[in-house]
C-alpha cells in the first residue's frame, strides 16, 4: 500500500486564446499556481488547423509536447525538424537558446490538433547546455496494465513494475497518461522528492483524498506521502483519462519573462539582449526563418517526410 499524498491546490482550466489562433486551458503559469518548481507552464491545446505556433526563441527551460489528436511540425535553427503524430512526445531542451516554430499539420478529415504541452525548469547549472531534441514515439511507450479497470502508458518513469525509455530530459521528470474504468483504482508511487500533479483530460472525474474532482482539473500534491492513490466512482460506462507528472524540486530562483528563464532578472534582461543581437547561443538566430512558419503546406509536409525518411535510415545504419 501507497501512503497517498494529500491535495495542495485544485485548480479549474479556463480556456484562452494563445499564439496565433491557439486555444489553451492553462494552469500552472496562471495567477492560481505561477509555478510548481520545477514545473512553469501547463497547456492542454486545441489548435485550429490554420494556426499555430510561428518562429519565437526560447532559453532556460525544456518543453514536453504530447499529441493526442492529429499531427504536428516542429522546425529549428539548428536544422532539427519533424512530425509528431497521435501518441508521439518530443522533449525539447532549449539550454542557452533555441529558436523554433511549432505548427499543425491540416488532415482531410478534418482530424483536431489536440495535445498537452509542458515547460520545465533547468538546474541552474544546466541553462548553458546546447540545445537538444528528443522525440518519444508512441510505439516506444510501454504500456502497464495491473488489472482489467486500469492501464497506464509509461512515458517516463515506472508504474506497476513497467519502466519507461531512460534518458529522455535534463530535470528529472517522472510522466503517466492513465485510464480508469468506473470501479477502478491505482496508486503511483513518486520520488519524495518530487513534486507532483494531476491533470484530468476527460470522463467522469476521480476522487482523490477523499474528494471528487472533475475534468479540466489539475490538482496540486503536497509532499507528505509516497504518492498518489485514487479511484473512480461505480456507475456508468466511460473511462476517466488523466496525466500524472512529477519532477525533482529545483532549490533556484525562478525569474521568468516569455520564452526566458533565468535565476535573476540581470540573465533575462541579457538573455533579451543575446536574442536580439543574435549572439551567445542564438548566433543561429541571424536571417534564419523556418520552414514551417508560414503553415504546413503539402509541399513542405512532402519536405518534412523526406527529411524524416533520411533520419530514420541514419539511424538505423548506426
Excluded at 482550466?13 to 489553451?24: F, K, S, W
Excluded at 516506444?140 to 508504474?159: F, L
Aim: aromatic share 10%.
Amino acid at each position: 500500500m501507497v501512503a497517498p499524498r494529500s491535495i495542495l491546490k485544485s485548480v479549474l482550466a479556463i480556456e484562452q486564446a494563445e499564439g496565433v489562433g491557439a486555444r489553451v486551458r492553462r494552469t500552472i503559469g496562471t495567477m492560481a499556481m505561477r509555478n510548481f518548481t520545477p514545473f512553469l507552464m501547463l497547456d492542454h491545446f486545441n489548435i485550429d488547423p490554420k494556426a499555430g505556433f510561428p518562429d519565437h526563441p526560447h532559453r532556460g527551460q525544456e518543453t514536453i509536447t504530447y499529441m493526442m489528436s492529429g499531427e504536428f511540425a516542429h522546425n529549428d535553427f539548428t536544422g532539427a525538424s519533424g512530425i509528431l503524430r497521435l501518441g508521439d512526445l518530443q522533449f525539447m531542451t532549449a539550454g542557452r537558446g533555441i529558436v523554433h516554430a511549432e505548427m499543425p499539420i491540416p488532415l482531410e478529415d478534418g482530424t483536431p490538433i489536440l495535445g498537452m504541452q509542458l515547460w520545465v525548469d533547468l538546474p541552474a547549472e544546466l541553462k548553458e547546455c546546447e540545445p537538444r531534441y528528443r522525440d518519444l514515439r508512441a510505439a516506444e511507450i510501454p504500456i502497464a496494465k495491473p488489472n482489467d479497470k486500469v492501464t497506464i502508458k509509461v512515458i517516463s518513469g515506472e508504474s506497476y513494475g513497467v519502466k519507461s525509455v531512460q534518458d529522455l530530459a535534463y530535470t528529472p521528470v517522472e510522466y503517466y497518461d492513465y485510464e480508469v474504468a468506473p470501479g477502478g483504482s491505482f496508486e503511483q508511487k513518486i520520488p519524495e522528492d518530487f513534486n507532483a500533479f494531476l491533470y484530468i483530460l476527460s470522463g467522469p472525474g476521480l476522487t482523490l483524498d477523499g474528494t471528487h474532482i472533475k475534468h479540466f482539473n489539475t490538482v496540486f500534491f503536497k509532499r507528505d506521502g509516497e504518492g498518489i492513490v485514487g479511484s473512480v466512482p461505480e456507475g456508468g460506462d466511460e473511462k476517466t483519462r488523466f496525466v500524472i507528472i512529477a519532477g525533482k524540486v529545483l532549490d533556484q530562483p525562478i525569474v521568468q519573462h516569455g520564452p526566458f528563464v533565468e535565476t535573476s532578472k540581470d540573465k533575462i534582461y541579457k538573455a533579451f539582449d543575446d536574442y536580439l543581437r543574435s549572439s551567445n547561443g542564438f548566433e543561429r538566430a541571424k536571417n534564419w526563418s523556418s520552414k514551417i512558419g508560414g503553415g504546413v503546406t503539402a509541399s513542405v509536409k512532402k519536405d518534412l517526410l523526406e527529411a524524416e525518411k533520411q533520419e530514420n535510415e541514419k539511424a538505423k545504419a548506426h
